[in-house]
């Protein structure tokens, strides 16, 4: 019982690791290319614009080296009763909706 406990403290004392903010991503491009900080914010800016704009009229993206970015459409959900976790619920309909899915590339998938 005693290596249990100890495994447990471990993981609750372990810090998950905090995202890379929009700004520290543009002083990482920065400090990369030699270029200025409100430079690469604009960039990062422009390439959200563009791929939100690709996104709606093709529905896929790719980001090379990085991801790919689809859309798909869920289908609508009849109201009724369901069973959740051994209990029986009543559940609302629900339309249908469009929903954006990232698939990483290979290589990253590799690296990690």
Do not use: H, W, Y
């Not at 800016?45 to 080296?65: D, F, H, I």
């Not at 609302?92 to 990253?108: D, G, M, N, R």
């Amino acid at each position: 019982m005693a290596p249990m406990k100890s495994m447990k403290s471990m993981k609750s004392n372990a810090v998950p690791a905090k995202s890379m903010s929009k700004t520290a991503l543009a002083q990482a491009l920065a400090d990369a290319t030699e270029l200025k900080k409100s430079q690469c914010s604009a960039v990062l800016n422009s390439l959200a614009e563009v791929v939100t704009k690709e996104v709606k009229k093709t529905g896929k993206v790719v980001l090379p080296g990085i991801s790919m970015l689809k859309t798909r459409v869920k289908p609508a959900t009849k109201a009724g009763k369901r069973e959740i976790f051994g209990k029986v619920c009543m559940v609302q309909a629900k339309p249908a909706k469009t929903v954006i899915k990232a698939f990483p590339v290979a290589a990253l998938k590799k690296s990690i």
